[in-house]
């Protein structure tokens, strides 16, 4: 036993004495060749990604897409949850903005075929938002965008919920993009 403590005890003193040695001023380090990553992180909207996510945000008092670059397309929460967080900086800086912080409470989507059901909760009842129809729009154009989407329909406490369309009207059945093309930019 005390041979393997004395071995241990060498190997310990032997690694230990390895390193890089210790220069008595800093010197200056040359850089090798090539792109660096910026500082911060790359997040969804790294140009790098090999499929596109679109996220509707407003733009203008109108619905817009962004496009992020993403490796592989998120499950439909997910995608709903980037479009919660808001836009990016670089979607910021472009005028993006969202209508859905005070004006519409997520508490979870599910998929029934290819219908999303989204569940809200009720908002209080001063939030000084007027834009749920945005707001609205926003799940709406964002969440069919996907392949596996082709509706979405909102629900509160387990029943139909009458959301704004673009055309200002009320709906409990389920929509498409086409209920807010009002609000979207000719193109």
């Not at 790098?48 to 499950?75: H, K, N, Q, Y």
């Not at 799940?139 to 139909?160: E, H, K, N, Q």
Request: charged share 25%; with cysteine; net charge neutral.
């Amino acid at each position: 036993m005390s041979r393997r403590l004395l071995a241990g005890a060498l190997l310990v003193g032997l690694l230990g004495g390895c390193g890089v040695p210790v220069d008595e001023e800093p010197r200056r380090v040359q850089p090798p060749p090539g792109s660096f990553p910026t500082t911060g992180t790359a997040g969804p909207t790294a140009a790098s990604g090999r499929v596109t996510e679109t996220l509707c945000f407003v733009r203008e008092d109108r619905l817009d897409r962004a496009v992020r670059r993403v490796d592989a397309l998120p499950g439909v929460d997910v995608h709903l949850q980037h479009l919660l967080a808001g836009p990016a900086a670089g979607e910021r800086e472009a005028g993006f903005a969202s209508a859905l912080p005070g004006t519409v409470t997520v508490a979870g989507v599910r998929m029934n075929g290819t219908l999303a059901e989204v569940d809200v909760r009720a908002a209080g009842e001063e939030t000084g938002r007027s834009d749920e129809v945005l707001a609205f729009g926003q799940i709406v154009c964002t969440l069919t965008t996907r392949s596996d989407v082709r509706r979405v329909s909102f629900r509160r406490d387990g029943r139909p919920l009458d959301v704004p369309r673009g055309d200002g009207s009320l709906s409990r059945d389920p929509l498409g993009a086409a209920d807010y093309a009002p609000l979207m930019p000719v193109r």
